[in-house]
C-alpha cells in the first residue's frame, strides 16, 4: 500500500501520498507517506490538503440533486430555462439544435459544448454569472446528447444554476448545505493563512526530465483560488478525512450522522450509467460508465482492474482519485500532488495499481 517515492529511471517518483481506506465507515488504513515538499524536507502530514481539482465535479453534481429533490429543477429541464442566455443557442453550422442543452446532459457532460478557440476564454471570467454568459455566446459543436465529451464547462454552467435557483453564491452553497453538515472544515476554495503550510507541494516535469513545482495558479502561491470564479469543475482544496465524509455520505444512500443530505434513489440515479447507448471515445476507461457527476464500473473483465460493478468514483488532474464500492461497503482515496505531461520522465500513473492493492488487502 505504500506510495514509491523512490527514485526511477526517469528522476524521482512522487513526492508523497495520504492514503486512506474506510469499509462499514470504519478506518482500515490512514497513512501519509513520503514529503510534503518539492526539496523533500518535510514528512507529508496525515492532514495535508490537497488541491483536489476534478474530484469537485461529484459534489457540484451533489448540489444540483439537493435542489432537484427540493423541486427547484428537474434533470430534463432546458438550461435556458434557469439561464435565459441560452436561449436560442446555434450549431456552428448555424443550424438550430433539434432540442435545447438540459441540465441532465450537463451533469453527464453530453451536451454539446465545446469553447475551444472561442475568442472569450470563459475560464478567465471573474465570477460564474460572465462565465455562463460567456459560455451561450458560443456556438455548440454538436447536437445536445448526441456525444459524450468529458469537459468541465458543463459543471460551471451548473454552479451558476445552483447560484441562481439559491439565491446563494456557489461557495457559500456548498459550505452551508454540504461542507458544514459534514463537518468538511478543511474543504474550500481557498485555504485560510493559518493552514496553508498544510499544502502539498504540486509538481510537474521539465522536458529534461527535473521535477519542478507545476504552472499551476496555486504551485507558487498554494491556498489562492484555483480560478477567479467558484469552479465546480475542480476549485476546491480538501483532505482525505473531509473527502472521506462526502463518500462516506454516499455510500450511505445520503445519509450522515442522523442527517439526510440526500434521499436513497437519488444517490442511486447518480451512480446509475447515463451514457450507454452513446460512443464515449477516450474519455472514460474500458468497461465504464458514466452517471450524474461520476464514472461508474459496468464490466470489471473489461476494465482490467480489481473491483465490483456498480462502484463508482472520479479522479483529479493532480493525481487524486476516490472510488466508493457499495458491494464491499468500501471507500477508497489516494491523494498525490503532480500534474503529468505524458512525457517519460513522468512518474507512472498508480491508479491501477492502487485498486488492485486495495481489493487484494480486503481478502487478507
Same mark, same amino acid.
Given at each position: 500500500m505504500d506510495a514509491d517515492t523512490r527514485p526511477g529511471p526517469h528522476g524521482p517518483?512522487?513526492?508523497?501520498?495520504?492514503?486512506?481506506?474506510?469499509?462499514?465507515?470504519?478506518?482500515? $488504513?490512514?497513512?501519509? $507517506?513520503g514529503h510534503r515538499d518539492l526539496p523533500r524536507r518535510e514528512p507529508m502530514p496525515l492532514d495535508a490538503i490537497f488541491r483536489i481539482y476534478s474530484m469537485t465535479k461529484p459534489i457540484a453534481s451533489v448540489a444540483v440533486l439537493m435542489l432537484m429533490e427540493e423541486g427547484a429543477l428537474a434533470l430534463d429541464d432546458p438550461v435556458e430555462r434557469h439561464l435565459p442566455e441560452f436561449a436560442g443557442q446555434r450549431l456552428r453550422d448555424g443550424a438550430k439544435p433539434r432540442r435545447p442543452v438540459t441540465l441532465r446532459q450537463l451533469l453527464t %457532460?453530453?451536451?454539446?459544448?465545446?469553447?475551444?478557440?472561442a475568442e472569450v476564454d470563459p475560464q478567465a471570467a471573474a465570477d460564474l454569472a460572465t462565465f455562463a454568459r460567456r459560455v451561450a455566446a458560443v456556438p455548440l459543436a454538436v447536437e445536445p446528447? #448526441? +456525444?459524450?465529451?468529458?469537459?468541465?464547462?458543463?459543471?460551471?454552467?451548473?454552479?451558476?444554476?445552483?447560484?441562481?435557483?439559491?439565491?446563494?453564491?456557489?461557495?457559500?452553497?456548498? +459550505?452551508?448545505?454540504?461542507?458544514?453538515?459534514?463537518?468538511?472544515?478543511?474543504?474550500?476554495?481557498?485555504?485560510?493563512?493559518?493552514?496553508?503550510h498544510r499544502i502539498a507541494d504540486i509538481t510537474s516535469v521539465?522536458?529534461?526530465?527535473?521535477?519542478?513545482?507545476?504552472?499551476?495558479? #496555486?504551485?507558487?502561491?498554494?491556498?489562492?483560488?484555483?480560478?477567479?470564479?467558484?469552479?465546480?469543475?475542480?476549485?476546491?482544496? #480538501?483532505?482525505?478525512?473531509?473527502?472521506?465524509?462526502?463518500?462516506q455520505m454516499l455510500l450511505d444512500e445520503g /445519509? /450522515?450522522?442522523?442527517?439526510?443530505?440526500?434521499?436513497?434513489?437519488?444517490?442511486?440515479?447518480?451512480?446509475?450509467?447515463?451514457?450507454? $447507448?452513446?460512443?464515449?471515445?477516450n474519455d472514460l476507461g474500458p468497461g465504464e460508465g458514466f452517471g450524474l457527476g461520476v464514472s461508474t464500473v459496468v464490466d470489471v473483465a473489461r476494465r482490467g482492474r480489481l473491483g465490483s460493478e456498480g462502484a463508482f468514483g472520479w479522479p483529479g488532474a493532480a493525481t487524486t482519485y476516490f472510488?466508493?464500492?457499495?458491494?464491499?461497503?468500501?471507500?477508497?482515496?489516494?491523494?498525490?500532488? $503532480?500534474? *503529468? +505531461?505524458?512525457?517519460?520522465?513522468? *512518474?507512472?500513473?498508480?491508479?491501477?495499481?492502487? %485498486?488492485?492493492?486495495?481489493?487484494?488487502?480486503?481478502? +487478507?
Open positions: 517518483g512522487h513526492l508523497g501520498a495520504v492514503v486512506l481506506l474506510a469499509r462499514d465507515g470504519c478506518a482500515l $488504513h490512514h497513512r501519509a $507517506h %457532460h453530453t451536451s454539446g459544448f465545446d469553447t475551444a478557440g446528447g #448526441s +456525444r459524450f465529451r468529458y469537459d468541465g464547462i458543463n459543471t460551471d454552467v451548473l454552479c451558476r444554476v445552483v447560484e441562481v435557483l439559491s439565491g446563494r453564491s456557489f461557495a457559500r452553497f456548498l +459550505r452551508e448545505r454540504i461542507f458544514e453538515p459534514l463537518g468538511m472544515g478543511d474543504t474550500g476554495f481557498t485555504v485560510p493563512a493559518a493552514q496553508r521539465a522536458d529534461d526530465g527535473r521535477r519542478l513545482l507545476a504552472n499551476a495558479r #496555486s504551485a507558487e502561491a498554494p491556498g489562492i483560488a484555483l480560478r477567479g470564479y467558484d469552479s465546480g469543475a475542480g476549485g476546491l482544496y #480538501s483532505t482525505a478525512a473531509d473527502y472521506l465524509r462526502f463518500a /445519509w /450522515w450522522r442522523g442527517q439526510q443530505l440526500l434521499s436513497p434513489r437519488t444517490v442511486a440515479l447518480l451512480r446509475m450509467n447515463q451514457v450507454g $447507448h452513446l460512443d464515449v471515445g472510488t466508493v464500492d457499495p458491494r464491499e461497503r468500501l471507500v477508497a482515496l489516494l491523494l498525490m500532488q $503532480h500534474l *503529468p +505531461r505524458g512525457l517519460p520522465a513522468d *512518474p507512472p500513473r498508480p491508479t491501477a495499481a492502487f %485498486h488492485n492493492l486495495v481489493y487484494q488487502a480486503l481478502e +487478507r
